[in-house]
């Protein structure tokens, strides 16, 4: 197959996102971890289902970047993961300096990759990332629009009982607790969801989503969520690979839409070839734009706390 999509971080997003995009049949997989052995092992076992799972995608394990070389995407996954009581601006000082090196070593080797980050925190992880490789801003975003989006979705399909194929949804801002799930533009089968349940629901659905990823890790106790993470992030490689001009909510650095300047936060973003090809801008309402400003605010005190780290 002619493109390469490299993961970095063999663990549990990593791998599962490998699975994913062999299984979709449209690159070969780079799968690279610090761990000698590990990503060696999981590509084998992965390679091993191919048979099966009838695929022709190549995947290579190794703890060397150079099997990267001129990626088309990479997706950054290296990190550790939350465990209980550890909200996701925890793993900042840790996933800060994984995630530099990382992106040190992806850069010298596919200079014209587009980027793909998923470790958390995950805006910010994408300005170490955006710092570090000196890419341009449409080939460096941030995996956390379509997850979110993706929970609402789920709870909503559960909620009424309906296909979740039937239904839309847009969650704005940071991958954190502020995060901005949108019902006015949540529909079913184009139907405001705002029409179909009442207000006390709606809220139920937006607060279980922002504490989508907590409720997982609450229950795994020894990691993090990974097989939605993985399928978001591997939505993306295929919407850039294809050229499919996909609208998916991501992170992406903003200079003055949504009335933000020089930060990554989630919003819709049209995903092709280029990378992020356009940034959507909705009319918000002043309680959602307000909305908006705080989770934008808590992702800007992540960025400064990564600034005076220095
Ligand atoms: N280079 C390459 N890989 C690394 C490095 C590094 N410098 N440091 C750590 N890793 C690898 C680990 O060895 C491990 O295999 O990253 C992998 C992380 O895997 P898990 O611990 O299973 O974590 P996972 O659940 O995959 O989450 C990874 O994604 O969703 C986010 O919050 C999550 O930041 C976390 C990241």
Do not use: W
């Not at 191919?50 to 995947?59: C, K, M, N, Q, S």
């Not at 939350?82 to 840790?94: E, F, I, Q, V, Y």
């Not at 006015?184 to 969801?193: C, E, K, L, M």
């Not at 839409?257 to 090809?277: C, D, N, S, T």
Request: net charge negative.
């Amino acid at each position: 197959m002619n493109s390469k999509v490299s993961v970095i971080g063999a663990g549990n997003v990593g791998a599962t996102a490998a699975q994913r995009l062999a299984e979709k049949d449209f690159c070969d997989v780079v799968l690279v971890d610090i761990i000698e052995g590990v990503p060696q092992g999981k590509s084998l076992d992965l390679t091993q289902a191919a048979p099966i799972e009838r695929h022709d995608a190549h995947l290579t394990g190794t703890n060397d970047y150079e099997a990267t070389k001129n990626s088309d995407i990479v997706i950054i996954t290296a990190g550790i993961a939350r465990k209980p009581g550890m909200s996701r601006d925890d793993l900042l000082a840790t996933n800060k300096n994984i995630v530099t090196k990382v992106t040190k070593e992806v850069a010298r080797f596919s200079p014209e990759a587009i980027l793909v980050i998923v470790s958390n925190p995950l805006d910010a992880m994408c300005h170490v990332a955006y710092g570090v490789s000196g890419f341009s801003k449409n080939k460096v975003m941030g995996m956390a629009g379509v997850l979110d989006s993706a929970r609402f979705r789920a709870f909503i399909a559960m909620e009424l009982d309906v296909s979740v194929e039937n239904i839309h949804a847009i969650v704005l801002g940071g991958h954190g607790d502020a995060m901005v799930p949108l019902p006015r533009y949540s529909t079913v089968a184009g139907i405001p969801i705002t029409e179909l349940l009442s207000a006390d629901r709606i809220e139920a659905l937006v607060d279980r989503t922002r504490k989508g990823g907590a409720e997982i890790v609450n229950l795994l106790k020894t990691g993090s969520a990974y097989y939605a993470p993985a399928s978001a992030a591997a939505e993306m490689a295929e919407s850039i690979l294809k050229d499919k001009k996909k609208i998916l909510p991501c992170a992406a650095y903003l200079e003055g839409e949504y009335g933000i300047h020089g930060l990554f936060v989630g919003v819709p973003v049209k995903l092709g070839a280029r990378g992020i090809e356009e940034i959507i801008q909705i009319k918000l309402t002043a309680e959602e734009s307000c909305a908006l400003k705080k989770s934008a605010a808590a992702v800007q005190e992540l960025v400064d706390t990564i600034k005076e780290m220095k």
